[in-house]
């Protein structure tokens, strides 16, 4: 027998004593860590009266850098324009460009001297925000490696002659001058103290003359923002902003419905009809500059004929891709250009779904009887797995044979790029407003990313990038890049599939907020309300 | 004492090659996998023209040899290098985040031991009692949860509904950090308590058979004095032992739990670095972790040797 010989007088206190020990041990850690927690609660605001003072966004997806020069990430670009200010920056709506640290300019008429005159604006140091920090700014950018210095090669010279003037020449004329300088990557950082300390000790605590000061910054975590004492604009109408990164889906949904966050980004698609249902909470769906397409890659022949190309134009049901990956929330696509911005051909209408026209264009091309391809996927992109079962289904229909391929995200650029590939998930987002950074990365050749890796190209087309790039005349403009759509349109060196949103979900309590086409949300801050809750 | 010395000395040796085939592995498996971090920081601007200008600038236009080499110089001399995707030094990221996956693993330990230890003791002086079928089914039910999901479980329960602890992030403060990771930690306790219970519960068993806990009682010392100084001192070695070998399995835990909970962790900061190809970042983060679960086998031997007389420092 295992069991100890016991005395029986004494076993059934024994008993009792090992077992309320046992509970005690147990509980004993909860106890002491909940009692430990009280002063950590909640990350909202609480307490009386009407408006909250605090605003809460979790984010999903980590700060990498608060180095505008640096920035590619979406979720560090964000934080960025609320830190610092550019020459200009975007509208609500992304369709032009206004002031901000300049707050007016003049334009030679040859076009090729820009002279901006700044107002009155400081770092949140107090320090005034001078022509020469722009200068500095503008030209480290530039010259930054590995970043947005392609967009300003027409630049000869930045130059301060007074404190309150910059002056930009250009080497020929420039049409998006103005949307590239009101690209975050221009952003204006104090010369002086950044290079007292060093680009790396300065961008761990930056200073800027945005709307916003960063006061803390846990990496990985959480930032915290104070309202720049020196703001020039509008008091915002609340004092603190917390921002904080939670890159699981299901746990940032769980923040909101607890209160923890006012708002968070990117809830999962799936759940957008069930979060809009719940009384307390509130979903956006803000217009984005984002394109989904399919890439075609002209090496592999059957995407060389036109023919084909205009069959899978037809083939796709994307009324169907709309619904299965975005639960509806997206338009069906049609130019390449993004939905509604500057240029946009709005005299394009998506192909229909026919599966006969397809089969009929199929049977005139050089494959009738179809082929056999593969479809690169990223793993764990719901929206992205989605449409690719649609479009398995749709061409399975006029007889070609897609293999769906799944590989991690990097891996699967990897894959795309470089010529090997066949068809392959894409996507699109603006970083201007303007459409001379589409145009350069998607029509030309020699833009450098072979027009989205389709090593198609089309003469005409190239031709009227170059030349919208030039031309001042904003009618010229218009017309040009209307013409370039329908070339691409025409030609479909890749399938355009649909212009997803951005998503957010928000708490009833809050009022006002609102994205960008091009994702910032800097300018809602300044007038958004956060009840208390 | 010699002997103890020499023990110590002859294990941290054998610590050096350890490392070093550590450090061949992480970076040639890391290499081996396609993706390029050039294209994680030029997004959808990647050109050959802009991504060759990163490799040079990341040195990764060089041979790989001469990369590992240049890695293994860093690495004698202190350094880490830089990360290829946050603008700071790969060491000072992993120092930034070590503390927060430290204190979890840490918590987690303990809460594990405070729930295996009793319930374990208990379980086998009960055995085949209501308690211990219990613990048997109980153990086997957290054993067979995955942690992510058995996270989200404890947010809606504790965190939603009875609101007694945040549904994620790691606070400021000693004291904040112990009430944002309870929830985390007794996510991976109560899966890493399963073995330990089991494990203490067997060798509970086992060790009341022996002979000596008989003749123990029959000198006329009471119960409470042999389970506590015969009984559970013999079986409770085993638990030191399996503590030090599913170590690893903690730190595996805390990569999947630091994501559901969103804490600022060496295990999200990994995660985040292969995907992005974050080269310095991966390699010094394995390393750190590696390590960290060497030098913890080797403590596990130091004290099992402490702890029992009569295994030897040979």
């Given at each position: 027998m295992p069991d100890l010989p016991d005395t029986p007088t004494t076993s059934s206190r024994r008993a009792r004593r090992a077992r309320a020990l046992a509970l005690l041990l147990a509980l004993a850690a909860g106890a002491i860590a909940a009692g430990c927690g009280g002063g950590g609660g909640s990350t909202g605001a609480g307490g009386g009266g009407a408006k909250a003072d605090t605003l809460v966004i979790a984010n999903a997806v980590n700060v990498d850098t608060l180095d505008p020069a640096a920035n590619s990430v979406n979720e560090s670009i964000w934080m960025t324009q609320n830190i610092y200010e550019r020459l200009l920056q975007p509208n609500a709506n992304g369709t032009d460009v206004v002031p901000q640290l300049a707050k007016s300019w003049d334009i030679s008429d040859d076009g090729l001297t820009y002279t901006f005159h700044l107002g009155d604006h400081k770092f949140s140091d107090g320090t005034p925000v001078t022509a020469e920090d722009v200068r500095y700014s503008i030209e480290r950018s530039i010259h930054y490696e590995g970043g947005w210095g392609f967009l300003l090669e027409a630049v000869k010279s930045v130059e301060a002659p007074d404190p309150k003037t910059v002056v930009i020449t250009l080497s020929r004329p420039h049409a998006p001058l103005l949307a590239d300088l009101a690209m975050y990557a221009y952003a204006v950082v104090p010369e002086k103290l950044l290079k007292a300390q060093g680009a790396k000790t300065f961008f761990q605590k930056p200073i800027?003359?945005?709307?916003?000061?960063?006061?803390?910054?846990?990496?990985?975590?959480?930032?915290?923002?104070?309202?720049?004492?020196?703001?020039?604009?509008?008091?915002?109408?609340?004092?603190?902003?917390?921002?904080?990164?939670?890159?699981?889906?299901?746990?940032?949904?769980?923040?909101?419905?607890?209160?923890?966050?006012?708002?968070?980004?990117n809830p999962p698609g799936n759940l957008i009809n069930e979060l809009s249902a719940n009384p307390d909470l509130q979903t956006y769906l803000f217009p984005s500059t984002r394109v989904d397409f399919i890439q075609l890659d002209q090496h592999f022949p059957p995407f060389k004929d036109p023919k084909v190309r205009e069959a899978l134009n037809y083939a796709i049901d994307r009324n169907a891709i709309v619904k299965l990956a975005y639960s509806g929330h997206a338009t069906v696509g049609s130019s390449f250009m993004p939905y509604k911005m500057q240029y946009w051909n709005d005299s394009l209408k998506p192909y229909p779904y026919d599966p006969?026209?397809?089969?009929?264009?199929?049977?005139?091309?050089?494959?009738?009887?179809?082929?056999?391809?593969?479809?690169?996927?990223?793993?764990?992109?719901?929206?992205?797995?989605?449409?690719?079962?649609?479009?398995?289904?749709?061409?399975?229909?006029?007889?070609?044979?897609?293999?769906?391929?799944?590989?991690?995200?990097?891996?699967?650029?990897?894959?795309?790029?470089?010529?090997?590939?066949?068809?392959?998930?894409?996507?699109?987002?603006?970083?201007?407003?303007?459409?001379?950074?589409?145009?350069?990365?998607?029509?030309?050749?020699?833009?450098?990313?072979?027009?989205?890796?389709?090593?198609?190209?089309?003469?005409?087309?190239?031709?009227?990038?170059?030349?919208?790039?030039?031309?001042?005349?904003?009618?010229?403009?218009?017309?040009?890049?209307?013409?370039?759509?329908?070339?691409?349109?025409?030609?479909?060196?890749y399938l355009i599939l649909d212009y997803s949103p951005y998503r957010y979900a928000a708490g009833k309590w809050v009022h006002g907020f609102h994205a960008t086409p091009l994702g910032n949300y800097n300018l809602s801050l300044e007038t958004l309300t956060v009840d208390q809750h | 004492m010699t002997g103890r010395f020499g023990f110590l000395g002859r294990r941290v040796l054998q610590l050096i090659p350890v490392v070093v085939g550590i450090t061949i592995l992480v970076f040639f498996l890391l290499h081996l996998v396609p993706g390029d971090p050039a294209r994680q920081i030029l997004g959808q601007h990647y050109t050959p023209k802009a991504a060759a200008e990163i490799h040079h600038k990341l040195g990764l236009d060089q041979p790989l040899w001469t990369q590992y080499r240049i890695f293994m110089d860093r690495l004698v001399h202190g350094e880490l290098g830089d990360s290829v995707y946050y603008n700071q030094s790969a060491g000072s990221l992993i120092a930034e985040r070590l503390p927060a996956t430290l204190l979890l693993i840490a918590y987690a330990g303990v809460l594990a031991a405070l729930v295996s230890i009793p319930m374990g003791i208990i379980a086998a002086l009960r055995r085949g009692g209501i308690f211990d079928q219990a613990t048997r089914i109980g153990t086997l039910i957290t054993f067979a949860m995955p942690p992510f999901w058995f996270g989200i479980i404890l947010i809606l329960f504790f965190a939603l509904k009875l609101q007694l602890f945040p549904v994620s992030g790691y606070g400021h403060g000693f004291s904040d950090h112990l009430w944002h990771l309870f929830l985390p930690a007794l996510t991976i306790a109560l899966a890493f308590s399963t073995i330990l219970t089991r494990t203490l519960r067997a060798s509970m068993l086992s060790t009341m058979r022996m002979d000596f806990v008989d003749t123990a009682r029959i000198k006329g010392i009471s119960r409470t004095t042999v389970l506590m100084r015969h009984v559970v001192r013999n079986a409770i070695v085993s638990i030191v032992v399996?503590?030090?070998?599913?170590?690893?399995?903690?730190?595996?835990?805390?990569v999947i739990v630091?994501?559901?909970?969103?804490?600022?962790?060496?295990?999200?900061?990994?995660?985040?670095?292969?995907?992005?190809?974050?080269?310095?970042?991966?390699?010094?983060?394995?390393?750190?972790?590696?390590?960290?679960?060497?030098?913890?086998?080797?403590?596990?031997?130091?004290?099992?040797?402490?702890?029992?007389?009569?295994?030897?420092?040979e």
């Open positions: 800027g003359s945005g709307e916003w000061a960063l006061t803390q910054w846990n990496k990985g975590s959480d930032l915290t923002f104070k309202v720049n004492p020196y703001w020039s604009g509008e008091k915002p109408n609340f004092s603190t902003l917390k921002i904080m990164i939670v890159p699981n889906d299901n746990s940032r949904v769980l923040l909101l419905q607890n209160k923890n966050a006012d708002i968070i980004e006969d026209k397809a089969k009929e264009l199929l049977s005139q091309s050089s494959y009738p009887n179809g082929f056999k391809t593969f479809l690169i996927e990223v793993a764990n992109d719901v929206a992205g797995n989605a449409t690719a079962v649609v479009i398995k289904s749709d061409l399975a229909k006029i007889g070609i044979d897609v293999d769906i391929r799944t590989y991690e995200l990097l891996t699967a650029y990897d894959k795309e790029d470089g010529g090997n590939s066949q068809m392959g998930q894409r996507y699109w987002t603006n970083d201007i407003i303007d459409p001379d950074e589409v145009t350069t990365f998607g029509v030309d050749p020699q833009g450098g990313a072979n027009a989205f890796s389709s090593y198609w190209g089309d003469p005409t087309a190239t031709k009227l990038v170059h030349q919208a790039r030039g031309e001042l005349d904003t009618t010229k403009r218009q017309q040009m890049y209307e013409q370039i759509q329908q070339i691409v349109y025409d030609q479909s060196p | 399996v503590f030090g070998i599913n170590l690893a399995f903690l730190v595996g835990s805390t630091e994501s559901v909970f969103s804490i600022p962790g060496l295990g999200q900061l990994l995660v985040a670095a292969v995907e992005s190809r974050d080269y310095p970042v991966v390699q010094g983060t394995t390393l750190v972790l590696a390590f960290f679960v060497v030098l913890v086998n080797l403590l596990t031997d130091v004290v099992h040797a402490a702890l029992d007389p009569r295994v030897s420092y």
